[in-house]
């Protein structure tokens, strides 16, 4: 008897085993927590911006002038840029962006920008609306032709 009251004793007088515990316990909340915030910090960091909607940047070589016909036009889609050529040597640069609904134009013929999503038609002149629903024109897009006869977005 009197030796189990001294083991009651010792392990009360140090008094060591509850704070032990404790320690161990929040050092595991701790590294729950930190994953969390590792993983946290992953989703979140992501910035990077496609560039989808915002203007073509400028000096973007799009394409040979010699593939863009003549009383006709080329849809760069990559760049959301269309390009006419309503005469020789004369390049008209718009946007390919449907003013309607944000399709790209699917195409030039018959003097128009076509959209193929809904049936709008801009005039390969001027982007000015042939047929609707579109209702607003094709904003321009000016670009040059290089001395290497490449199309740049300027
Ligand atoms: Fe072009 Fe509707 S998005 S016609």
Redesign the pocket.
Known sequence: MPQEDAQEEATAATGTPIPRRAAVAGAGALAVAGVAGIAACGNGGNGGDSGSGGEPEKGTVLGKASDVRVGGGTVFADAEIVVTQPSKGEFHGFSAV?T????I?ENVGNGTIN?G????KFNADDGSVAQG??SQPLPKQQVTVNSAGEIVAS
């Not at 999503?117 to 709008?120: D, E, F, I, P, V």
């Open positions: 449907c309607h609904q944000g399709c134009v959209c999503c809904h049936g709008s629903p579109a």
